[in-house]
């Protein structure tokens, strides 16, 4: 059974920074699109970042470019998102999926992990 898991997350203040791994239990084909995405209480998930699995095509949400990087290790099909000066405002539970779209929309992502939670004291 196809199986995504994150791991990483906790509780840190404003201007720390986090790392999350996300582990796929299958390779991951050629074409396959990564991507994170968050969920706060009371809003809709919302695009993070996402990378291919086979090109270094990367792409990110204006409110976390510059601060978030995301990556890949091919050799242990995993990826990861490394968040720097965080913020009170990335508190959410923080997931990975993927998809076969080059596309920010949850929609277009069909196997998803069970979140992580990630919480930024001011």
């Known amino acids: 059974q196809a199986q995504l898991v994150e791991s990483g997350g906790g509780s840190v203040q404003d201007g720390d920074s986090l790392r999350l791994s996300c582990a796929a239990s299958?390779?991951?084909?050629?074409?396959?699109?990564m991507g994170w995405f968050r969920q706060a209480p009371g809003k809709d998930r919302e695009f993070v970042a996402l990378?291919?699995?086979?090109?270094?095509?990367?792409l990110y949400a204006d409110s976390v470019k510059g601060r978030f990087t995301i990556s890949r290790d091919n050799a242990k099909w995993t990826i990861y998102l490394q968040m720097n000066s965080l913020k009170p405002e990335d508190t959410a539970v923080y997931y990975c999926?993927?998809?076969?779209?080059?596309?920010?929309?949850?929609?277009?992502?069909?196997?998803w992990g069970q979140g992580t939670q990630v919480t930024v004291a001011s």
């Open positions: 999926a993927v998809g076969s779209h080059y596309s920010t929309n949850p929609a277009e992502y069909f196997t």
């Open positions: 299958w390779r991951p084909y050629s074409s396959s699109v």
């Open positions: 990378i291919r699995w086979s090109r270094d095509s990367t």
